[in-house]
């Protein structure tokens, strides 16, 4: 029987212009949503004791940018995690005075409940004292992830010179806000769906089931080329090694002009309150892009459900009901 609240609206916009969309929901059963602002200029929160209400929710500003210096502009890809008993932000943000001097930061709250409680600045994401290339380039959308009582911290960050090509890293976490291993080349754009406009791999999300640990990435530049991937491991593999991990040849999602969904990517997931698997992503529902689409506010969080296959594998599809 299919228990789900009928009142979501799947692969279609849900929360208009609100990109780079993270879903948690609490062991109390209460979600929390945060996501990019078109202003870039700050982190915000909303609250609901259902997925459908998160819609309408109230939203509250938990954090804004310096005036000045570091985190000034370009905050980018908040999510919201819990890690033993306090509350995290991780984010992304720049300099205005060096607007790609993009970092990943961390933001704590110690009380119970994150909407009202006080947030701390933990600073820059730490390395691993050993590792000398971590957070030097420009470096962002971190997500965390626990596996067998470990923490691991997974990122997107440039290498090399000229037209930079952004790489997958991880590495074990030391604290919610340092890590303790050097960091591990996860995946790099081996493939032409990963190399239109700019060579990406960012955006990364995890969901763990069958035993299996699936990571996405999303893909491209920002426009209607922007589309997601996937990794693989088994749970008791050694994460860090990365011939472990299995990527996909070909992307899971993608435009679909035929729905007028263009662009999706940059997702996470959540469940609905009858455990039903939801992946929760942005796409736009246009074509044509007015200005860069970096700056574009249409970027629209949206709802899919989750299928699986008979190999325990998620499947990504627009008709899935």
């Known amino acids: 029987m299919d228990n789900t609240d009928k009142r979501l609206c799947f692969n279609e916009p849900w929360i208009l212009q609100r990109a780079d969309p993270y879903i948690y929901r609490h062991s109390d059963g209460m979600y929390y949503f945060t996501a990019s602002v078109p202003a870039y200029d700050g982190i915000v929160l909303r609250r609901s004791a259902t997925l459908a209400g998160l819609k309408d929710a109230a939203e509250k500003e938990l954090w804004h940018k310096h005036d000045a210096g570091i985190m000034s502009c370009h905050v980018w890809a908040p999510e919201l995690h819990y890690i033993d008993g306090a509350w995290y932000i991780y984010y992304a943000a720049g300099d205005k005075d060096d607007v790609w001097n993009i970092r990943p930061y961390v933001l704590e709250c110690l009380d119970a409940d994150p909407m009202e409680g006080t947030w701390t600045e933990k600073g820059k994401m730490a390395c691993a004292p050993e590792d000398e290339f971590s957070f030097r380039a420009f470096s962002l959308d971190g997500t965390v992830f626990e596996n067998k009582g470990n923490y691991y911290y997974v990122w997107a960050e ?28 996860l995946t790099t754009p081996d493939y032409d769906w990963e190399r239109v406009g700019f060579w990406v791999n960012e955006g990364p999300a995890v969901i763990k089931r069958n035993g299996k640990i699936f990571l996405t990435y999303s893909a491209s530049d920002t ?42 990517g940059h997702n996470s997931f959540t469940v609905d309150e009858a455990g039903n698997d939801i992946l929760v992503y942005h796409a736009r529902t246009e074509t044509e892009i007015v200005g860069d689409p970096l700056y574009n506010p249409n970027r629209h969080t949206m709802l899919m459900k989750i299928a699986w296959d008979e190999a325990g594998r998620p499947v990504f599809s627009y008709d899935t009901k």
């Open 158 to 185: 440039k290498v090399g010179v000229g037209r930079q090509i952004s790489n997958l890293y991880i590495a074990l976490m030391d604290t919610p806000y340092s890590l303790k291993t050097a960091q591990v080349l």
């Open 223 to 264: 426009g209607i080329a922007y589309c997601i991937g996937m990794m693989s491991i088994d749970e008791n593999d050694d994460i860090l090694d990365p011939r472990r991990w299995q990527k996909e040849r070909y992307p899971v999602l993608c435009s679909d002009a035929g729905r007028g969904i263009y662009g999706p």
